[in-house]
């Protein structure tokens, strides 16, 4: 069965840290990009940053840069979204994506909540 798990979505207060985590499962994901997406109430989704298979190529929203890293261990068939230096804005619905252009397919979780409040 193929699956995008999201975990360590929590509420934390701005200047705050989290370390969100995508496992795959039921496919062999080396070859997939991964990205992160997010998506606020009454917002369209975003892309906030995304990693090529290899983990050469990483881009990130604006908004993010200097904040945000994006990584993958493709041993454990897992990314990796660390958040540092948190802002309210960066309140929103978390999603990770596994694609492989190559196949044409692409593979969603059903995200993670992150809240950032005093």
């Known amino acids: 069965q193929l699956d995008l798990v999201e975990s360590g979505g929590a509420s934390v207060q701005p200047g705050g840290s989290l370390r969100l985590s995508c496992a795959v499962s039921g496919f062999i994901a080396d070859t997939y990009e991964y990205a992160w997406y997010r998506q606020a109430p009454g917002k369209e989704r975003e892309l906030v940053a995304s990693i090529t298979s290899n983990s050469i190529t990483r881009n990130y929203h604006d908004s993010v840069k200097g904040r945000f890293t994006i990584s993958r261990d493709n041993r454990k068939s897992t990314s990796y979204l660390q958040m540092n230096s948190l802002k309210p804005e960066d309140t929103a619905m978390y999603y990770c994506?596994?694609?492989?252009?190559?196949?044409?397919?692409?593979?969603w979780g059903r995200g993670t909540q992150v809240t950032v409040s005093s």
């Open positions: 994506q596994a694609r492989n252009p190559l196949l044409d397919r692409e593979y």
